[in-house]
């Protein structure tokens, strides 16, 4: 504070740097930033560390304090679970059906919606809006198509004379009709992502071109996809971390099931912390996943620093 | 135009005409759940059992019976106040600390940076467990302030709109800073109505975001009084049984204010994301 009251009179030109440099401004900064800050701390960086803490207790939800140092014990317990790593193997199953298609399909859409002359804002409609409405809503509708004997799915299919399988009902067909699911509600968002990134590249490239002859394929592979290549990181890297965080389609149309088959990993969590109380165990399920996460978040850090050095 | 030209020429046209016959295809399909969900619920519940289009006694009593038997007008309530306080919130203290890291100069600056930056990391779904246990010892289970205060301090906000701050240009404020304006002033004046766009799109997005959210608010709110929509929605799918005409009845007026949402601010929505790249 006495730095500032020093600085703050002296004449404008004497240093020459620019005017938010030559004011002192620590203690308006400083309740500029309080709110965030507080609510920061509250909310994020408090319950991050309390949560590494609680990992290493045999805390209980029902009782007060932490309880019994427990070491690194809940971690020992859950990489030697059966269950723990099964809905790890969801997780990454889920992520595995839903990222390539996700990608695959909003690229082609967003492709052919670039092309189109007129009608963008009803393709914008039909794609992106399911990508706004709640999970529950979603899950409502979708188990209702999945619905054995009368879905409109099995009907449809039936009509070209292809049997369905018990969709949600089947322990093996659970997790694709999740996916399935998934596809259709959030292919909106990296649709847009997409159509973004094709409206950056130059036009002229393309007119340039087919004076060269080249046909539309040769286009879309020697043009569009290179200069798209950090949109697809993108896309793939957001998609990826959204996939692992999967919770609300399994909590409403499997409840985890059949038989446990489509348990994801933050299905676990809540189900050991408050089903079976067991906090501290849980905490440590989080930070695990949490590992996870932060990973993929490298391996797309590493990807885009090579991208931008490449250009 | 040689004849060589000419014939790609129509090659391309002929190309792009299959392109949009493809995508409209796609469109149509993507459309498919929606439209057989409205068209359930028009049905009298004993027409559900049979998978046609067409609706022989078309009625609307499916929408009557939901608004009367369930609490879906409170978890609008519910769901509108907790998504307003969020975005309202969010809006307020991540652009007052973005104006302080994009026009102040501080001690530790570098530091508050990076402190925020390593939050874009934390995914909020982590820290259910603290945050259960947080709300528990505050008494403040069944609130919805326990809902709407962790979905506040966004971390990704502060950078979209630092990074709207740092583009606009200064000569405003420094015309206002000689008339003797102080920081509030301008951030008041001359910050805020510059950055509606960002305001707009952070706004849109965290109010769906909170609107949409299930797992936090689902441990959080057990009173069916406080219930959000989605929390509210996943408690009846299995009352309604074989009244598939009221289930979906009840998923379209959950999806209601969310389309209304999505028409009003189409562009804004559609923008934000291509501009910032935001996913919750």
Redesign the interface.
Known sequence: MTTETVVRPRPATEDGTP???R????L???G??A???L??L???????L??LV?SFFD?S?VK?GLSGFAGFGNYAEALQSADFWSSLWHTVWFTILTTPPLIALAFI?AL??D??KNGR??????????Y??????V???????Y?PG???LE?ALGTIGITSPNWLGDPVWAMPSLAMTTV?WT?G?NF??Y??GLQEIPRDLYEAS?MD?A??WQQIRKITIPMLARTTT?VAV?QV??SL?V??QM??MTSGGPNFATRSI?EY??DE??TNFR?GY??AV??L??LV??MV?AVWFSIVRRQEKET | MTD?AQR?HS??KL??RI??G??IA???L?????A??LD?ALKPNAE????TWAIADPTLDAFSRVLRDTDILTWFGSSLFIATMSAVGTV???S??A???S?????Y?TV?FW??LA?I???G??????????FD?LGMLNTWWAVS??Q??T?IA?FIFKQFFDGLPRELE?VA?LDGA???RI?RRIIMPLARPAVAAVAIFTF?TS??D??WP??VLSNPDIMT??????TV?GSFGIR?AD??A??IL??IP??A??LLF?RN??EG???S?L??
């Open positions: 005017p938010e440099q004011h002192g401004t620590g308006p900064a400083l500029f930033l709110p965030f800050l609510l920061y509250a909310f994020v960086i408090g319950p991050t309390y949560g609680m805390t939800l007060p859409f052919l919606a092309r189109a804002w009803f393709f914008r409609l039909a794609f992106f809006a399911p706004i409405l709640p999970s529950a809503v899950a409502l509708i979708w188990i209702f198509i619905t009368l879905g409109l009907t259709w292919l968002f847009v992502l159509l973004a087919a002859g046909s539309p993108l957001l971390i959204a965080k919770f609300d909590y409403i933050l969590v809540y912390g408050f906090v849980a905490a989080s930070m996943f949490f996460v932060l978040s | 060589l790609a090659r391309v190309f792009n392109c949009f493809v995508l796609f469109a149509l993507w459309l498919v759940p929606l057989w969900a359930t559900t059992t049979k998978t307020l203290v991540a007052l600390a104006y302080a890291l026009r102040m100069r501080f001690r600056r508050v402190a925020v939050g990391m934390i995914p779904q982590v820290l259910i467990v603290p945050w259960f246990r947080e010892a205060l962790p506040i301090p971390a502060v420094e800073r102080g920081y509030l951030y769906v609107w949409n299930l797992l689902l441990l929509v989605p929390v509210g929605l996943s799918q598939y289930t979906m009840s998923a959950g999806a969310l389309v949402v999505f189409q929505i559609v994301i291509a501009g790249g996913k919750g």
